[in-house]
């Protein structure tokens, strides 16, 4: 099993800044894949950001250049930069782990408000 705790998340003005940190345990972190996903009221939970094992990146269309995903395989966490945030980026973030093909273990999600 893997646990994975989200922290870093708040309420920030249009323009601002915030960096998510997703802490996980239980298994080796450099074999994970890692996403960060995202879900505002009435909508679907989508996926931001993701990071192979190997450190290859992937981004959805609409945080591109703005949003940048990381990991730190000594301290067995992954991050999530966001930067030029707008009030559409308001949404619970969570982090999860993939060893396989999916997604199979989760965190507790975190909350970032932009207010405009």
């Known amino acids: 099993q893997v646990q994975l705790v989200e922290s870093g998340g708040g309420l920030v003005q249009a323009g601002g800044s915030l960096r998510l940190s997703c802490a996980a345990s239980g298994r080796t972190f450099s074999s994970l894949a890692m996403g960060w996903f995202r879900q505002a009221p009435g909508k679907q939970r989508e996926l931001v950001a993701a990071i192979t094992s190997g450190g290859i990146t992937n981004y959805a269309d609409s945080v591109k250049g703005r949003f940048t995903i990381s990991r730190d395989n000594a301290k067995n966490t992954a991050f999530l930069q966001m930067n030029s945030l707008k009030p559409d980026d308001t949404a619970v973030y969570y982090c999860?782990?993939?060893?396989?093909?999916?997604?199979?273990?989760w965190g507790q999600g975190t909350q970032v408000t932009v207010s405009s």
């Open positions: 999860a782990s993939r060893y396989g093909m999916r997604y199979d273990y």
